[in-house]
């Protein structure tokens, strides 16, 4: 089927972000999310669910919206100019989640669906997504833990998919003014809407799904190591690289500012406590400088 089936994508979006909430809120084990219903005055609305000051996690958020308008925001029609002056929908789901422990990574995973429409013409829909993981201390085994199950998730769709998206996310979430990764990378893609919409869907939903599969045995390895003030600070310092990215190069929170979304819900995504230090340098051979050396690389990790 090559017809998009809106209310489909929206029930898995909504169930998806039920089951996110559900298993960081168990693992976690003190802290539940609390949830915000809002309504966008130019069409649409969504539901915010933040976590704060949990056991594991300092801060996570999981945001489900749907939008729509008029015409497309600038963001959205950079790459794709055809579509200016097109009504749209946009719809899904982005978490991001900062754990307390400096030996647990901070990881963020989104999927969502557009759809620009234009009268006595067909429309045009594509999905995007992916997720990603950001270590403050390395540990070879999670990397190749979080690479595997992203390349299994993408082995039904083809011997290409995992290395293509790969490459994509490593080179989205890459910190320009910094000349360095974000992290280890993961899985991105955009404008996905072939071979149809059935297939289109089912990766998304792989991709969606997957990120639990991915993260929280990484989670549950790391989150019971002790840990000091001097760590603690290597991840304040760290986390800026985060809010920088985010601020500057993410075209996720340009597009939610642009279509004058929900700036609370867009800006969920900001670590509750984030420090910067001017030229800042890891000791040689400390475990600090063996995340530049080792990790924040780009790397094929299995």
């Known amino acids: 089927m090559n017809t998009p089936n809106l209310y489909q994508v929206k029930d ?61 925001p600038a963001s959205a029609t950079a790459h794709r100019p055809e579509l200016a002056g097109r009504s749209y929908q946009a719809m899904g789901v982005s978490l991001v989640v900062h754990p307390l422990n400096p030996y647990v990574p901070t990881s963020h995973a989104n999927v969502r669906f557009f759809i620009a429409e234009k009268e006595e013409e067909p429309p045009v829909w594509w999905f995007g997504g992916g997720f990603d993981l950001t270590p403050y201390y390395g540990f070879e085994e999670d990397a190749i833990h979080w690479h595997t199950v992203a390349k299994n998730l993408c082995q039904p769709f083809g011997d290409d998919i995992y290395p293509k998206y790969k490459k994509w996310c490593d080179d989205y979430f890459f910190i320009k003014h910094r000349n360095e990764p974000r992290g280890i990378g993961g899985l991105f893609y955009d404008d996905l809407n072939t071979p149809d919409f ?11 799904n997957g990120f639990l599969s ?36 993410d075209r996720g929170t340009l597009f939610g500012l642009q279509s004058g979304g929900r700036t609370e819900s867009i800006l969920m995504s900001m670590p509750p406590l ?29």
């Open 198 to 208: 059935d297939t289109c869907f089912n990766f998304t939903q792989a991709v969606g």
């Open 12 to 72: 898995f979006f909504l169930s998806l972000q039920d089951h996110l909430c559900k298993q960081l809120e168990q693992i976690d084990g003190q802290s539940t999310f609390m949830e915000d219903c809002w309504q966008r005055e130019d069409g649409g609305g969504g539901r915010s669910r933040v976590l704060t000051e949990g056991k594991v996690f300092e801060k996570a958020g999981v945001n489900f919206s749907h939008i729509s308008g008029a015409s497309m």
């Open 274 to 302: 984030v420090r910067w230090e001017y030229g800042y340098t890891p000791e040689k051979n400390s475990p600090e400088s063996e995340l530049y050396t080792s990790f924040l690389i780009k790397k094929d990790w299995v």
């Open 214 to 249: 991915a993260y929280l045995p990484i989670v549950e390895r790391r989150k019971n190591l002790t840990w000091s003030e001097h760590e603690r600070q290597f991840q304040l310092y760290r986390r800026s690289r985060y809010v920088e990215f985010n601020l500057v190069w």
